[in-house]
């Protein structure tokens, strides 16, 4: 099972992007935030193997988010999207 996180500001993306994911069985969505710190908790907390992430949240970059994910745990692979 591939746990996945979905970091993005805007609501009817995060839904979207949950209902394309949920067509495939090895795919779990684990958590999802909207906005930096919420999403540095979550990714603590549910350890994902992927984040969906927002290249432009309203309180941090995509880019920088994605450092801090990346010193939190090496083997999260990262997709950014805007």
């Given amino acids: 099972m591939c746990k996945i996180?979905?970091?993005?500001?805007?609501?009817y993306v995060r839904d979207e992007i949950?209902?394309?994911?949920?067509?495939?069985?090895s795919l779990e969505v684990v958590g999802e935030a909207d906005n930096s710190l919420d999403a540095v908790l979550g990714i603590q907390n549910t350890n994902p193997n992927v984040v969906f992430l927002d290249i432009k949240l309203g309180d941090i970059d995509g880019i920088?988010?994605?450092?801090?994910?990346l010193a939190m745990n090496k083997d999260v692979k990262v997709?950014?999207?805007t």
Avoid: Q, Y
Avoid at 5 to 11: G, T
Avoid at 18 to 25: G, N, P, S, T, V
Avoid at 64 to 69: E, H, I, Q, S
């Fill in 5 to 11: 996180f979905i970091v993005e500001d805007e609501l």
């Fill in 18 to 25: 949950k209902f394309i994911l949920k067509k495939h069985a």
């Fill in 64 to 69: 920088t988010l994605t450092k801090t994910m």
């Fill in 79 to 81: 997709v950014l999207r």
